[in-house]
């Protein structure tokens, strides 16, 4: 295990701790990322990896109540809430039909559509300065139609992103099929977003892993965290289970600090002189032995590195020894 106390640490390695795990060590930062899964395993792993300044306008537009309470009807449609007494959700939902005006819906947008085109203007040096292949392709979306109306509602939005600089192109469904044949007939029309870009999300979220870990940083993704509930039963002694669990600290005072904190709760169980290595142990409410260690330094370790024993360990010596104030 890395011995330095990181500057930050990250809680979930998927698309937005890794990025930001990269981008605060190219600040300077020391940084360290926790997983519970493997880097990318939820909704970074799932994503359609897509990078799409045309999805700027919010979902509280006008009109937005008046089909919400038409799907309200429809289980599968696009919105659904089940109808229910929640005051919570009631207050919620008034709070969002209040933003749904012309105003505020561009207000948003605005905001959002320069986080996304910084974004995706960003991407290509980014991918190239930490060497990511993800299949990165600055090719554009296309939304394709069956229906008419539906496409007629969806241009009446084109100029409101042409006022946040997002351009767009509606194409023909009779002329977009000729260049397109894997696609059934019926296609009325489709829009073009050509400042939209597509990667491979699975390769991206693996690229910026590998970044990060060139880079200095640490990411451990084999820490799994349970809540079981006070009333759950504990497992029996000697049952199949988590049996030791380790801690390495980076200076003999911290090593200090926790034997007072153990003792003081009456849970330090033992203190062992490994010659290398100085180890307190004690025992979680379920009975998981635990250590906590220092060790000292490859330079110091002499004879002892191929001769260490145990011995009880006098941790006021070491301190003595190897303290920072026995180094001033």
């Known amino acids: 295990m890395h011995n330095g106390a990181e500057d930050v640490l990250v809680v979930g390695g998927g698309v937005v701790g890794l990025a930001c795990g990269l981008a605060l060590l190219e600040s300077g930062r020391s940084v360290r990322i926790l997983e519970a899964g493997t880097v990318g395993c939820g909704s970074s792993h799932g994503n359609c990896g897509t990078l799409t300044p045309s999805h700027a306008l919010p979902l509280a537009a006008p009109g937005t109540i008046g089909r919400a309470l038409r799907w309200v009807l429809t289980p599968d449609a ?20 209040a933003r749904c005006n012309a105003r505020d819906w561009m207000r948003a947008g605005a905001a959002k559509a320069a986080l996304l085109q910084a974004s995706r203007a960003a991407f290509p040096e980014w991918l190239a300065r930490h060497r990511i292949g993800c299949e990165f392709e600055a090719l554009g979306t296309d939304h394709v139609f069956r229906d008419a109306k539906a496409l007629d509602d969806f241009t ?17 469904g009779a002329a977009y099929l000729r260049d397109e044949p894997a696609l059934r007939e019926g296609v009325v029309g489709v829009v073009r977003f050509p400042g939209d870009a597509s990667l491979r999300p699975d390769r991206y979220v693996d690229g ?27 497992p029996p ?29 009456g849970a ?12 307190l142990y004690g025992a979680d409410p379920d009975g998981n032995e635990f250590e906590i260690m220092w060790r ?7 004879d002892l590195e191929k001769n260490a024993g145990i011995a009880p360990l006098d941790l006021e010596a070491e301190l003595r020894i190897h303290g920072a104030k026995a180094a001033g």
């Open 78 to 97: 696009p919105l659904y809430l089940k109808p229910r007494f929640d005051p919570a959700l009631w207050s919620w939902l008034l709070r969002f039909a």
């Open 156 to 172: 009446h939005e084109l100029a409101a992103l042409a006022e946040l600089g997002i351009a767009s192109e509606v194409i023909d």
């Open 208 to 234: 910026m892993a590998r970044a990060l870990r060139a880079a200095g940083g640490e990411n451990h993704h084999d820490l799994g965290l349970f809540a079981v509930g006070p009333a759950a039963p504990r």
């Open 237 to 265: 002694r000697g049952s199949t289970g988590l049996y030791h669990l380790a801690w390495e600290v980076p200076h003999i005072e911290d090593l200090a600090l926790a034997a007072s904190v153990l003792q003081e709760a």
């Open 268 to 279: 330090l169980g033992g203190a062992s002189d490994h010659g290398v290595s100085k180890s």
């Open 296 to 302: 000292v330094p490859r330079e110091q370790w002499g």
